[in-house]
């Protein structure tokens, strides 16, 4: 519970962060044409482990919407906010998850080692947040000519910073399909694994579901692409992006996984904790519709007048 609120605390720094951010850029930005945008994207969702959980494997889907704002302070830099709505539907799947248990004592008083094979842990996330970005974006020149049509070239734009995240909803389900307990005697250099009333043989796992609401979660942003003027007020940017979780959400939830040695453990089946670290990756194509505000044309005061003679 504390890990929570000290992220909430965060979040709470960094909407205020931003609000110090949009103030200086409406001071210090009047000569430059800031941006309000529309934005989809979509792609691949995924863990990442740290380190490296063998036999294991995950992938799943990602898609968001968001509503921004672009306030530049030079005609090449800018930073970005906004409010964005995101889903991820990700699983994740480890063919076997091996436990050894030293110096156990059995009922005859003989010491020996547990060996213990969880076999096809299987997550599954669904996914719902909130999230503001914080963006530094920096993007080629581009010719500021009346006649909009003659600036049409393509710019290139990239952008970097953090995603402050609210995970407003997490359903989850996991499940394990069986355990495999042995045990070896180093006194007698020998195994035993079909005792079943020792805990010795093979037993079928269990599963469990739920839904954490409310977590929060700071992801490092990076996208670039390309930019494209398509109206005398208006742009469409096509790029690609990388989101990666900086912090754990879903980590007071986790159990490790070698408290799981017994068949009666799995009675209280809950998510593992199968690596040190667990960041959460999204990756894709994102597009945005930007409009900037239109400037009035200038109009001569003698317009239409005939001097007379």
Same mark, same amino acid.
């Given at each position: ?12 720094? +960094?909407?205020?962060f ?11 930005? /009047?000569?430059?044409?800031h ?14 482990? /740290?380190?490296? @959980? ?18 530049f302070?030079s005609? *090449?830099?800018?930073?970005h906010?906004?409010l964005?709505l995101?889903?991820?539907? @990700?699983?994740?799947?480890?063919? !076997? ?7 156990q ?15 096809? =842990? /299987? !997550?599954?996330? *669904?996914?719902?947040?909130l999230?503001?970005?914080l963006?530094?974006? +920096?993007? %080629?020149a *581009? !010719?500021?000519?009346?006649?909009? %049509? ?6 290139? =734009?990239v952008?970097g910073?953090v995603? &402050? ?7 989850? !389900? &996991? ?8 045990a =070896? ?8 694994? %079909? /005792?079943?009333? &020792? ?12 839904n954490?609401?409310?977590? &929060? ?8 692409g390309?930019k494209?003027?398509?109206?005398k ?6 790029? @690609? ?13 986790? *159990?490790p996984f ?24 999204? %990756? ?15 109009a001569?005061? =003698? ?7």
């Amino acid at each position: 519970m504390k890990r929570v609120v000290i992220h909430k605390y965060n979040l709470l720094v +960094f909407l205020f962060f931003i609000g110090v951010t949009l103030s200086v850029l409406s001071t210090s930005g /009047q000569k430059n044409q800031h941006e309000y945008s529309i934005s989809c994207g979509g792609g691949v969702s995924a863990f990442f482990y /740290q380190p490296h @959980v063998k036999n294991s494997n995950s992938i799943g889907f990602y898609g968001d919407a968001a509503v921004g704002f672009t306030g530049f302070f030079s005609p *090449q830099w800018g930073i970005h906010t906004g409010l964005g709505l995101g889903l991820n539907n @990700v699983s994740v799947k480890v063919k !076997e998850l091996n436990t050894i248990t030293p110096k156990q004592i059995d009922r005859n008083n003989f010491p020996f080692d547990l060996y213990t094979t969880l076999h096809d =842990y /299987q !997550e599954n996330h *669904q996914i719902i947040s909130l999230y503001i970005p914080l963006m530094l974006q +920096f993007q %080629t020149a *581009q !010719e500021q000519n009346r006649n909009w %049509t003659k600036g049409k070239k393509a710019g290139y =734009y990239v952008m970097g910073g953090v995603k &402050a995240l609210l995970l407003v909803s997490n359903k989850h !389900e &996991a499940k394990v399909k069986s355990l495999y307990n042995a045990a =070896y005697y180093p006194e007698f250099d020998n195994w035993a694994a %079909t /005792q079943i009333f &020792a805990g010795l043989s093979k037993f079928d796992g269990n599963n469990t579901d739920g839904n954490l609401k409310l977590n &929060a979660m700071i992801s490092f942003a990076f996208e670039t692409g390309l930019k494209w003027r398509i109206g005398k007020n208006t742009f469409l940017y096509s790029g @690609v992006f990388f989101d990666c979780g900086l912090n754990d959400p879903f980590k007071n939830n986790r *159990q490790p996984f070698s408290l799981y040695i017994y068949a009666e453990k799995l009675e209280h089946f809950t998510l593992l904790s199968i690596s040190k670290r667990m960041h959460l990756i999204n %990756t894709g194509i994102k597009l945005r519709l930007a409009f900037i505000k239109a400037t009035p044309e200038f109009a001569c005061p =003698y317009q239409g007048r005939v001097r007379n003679k």
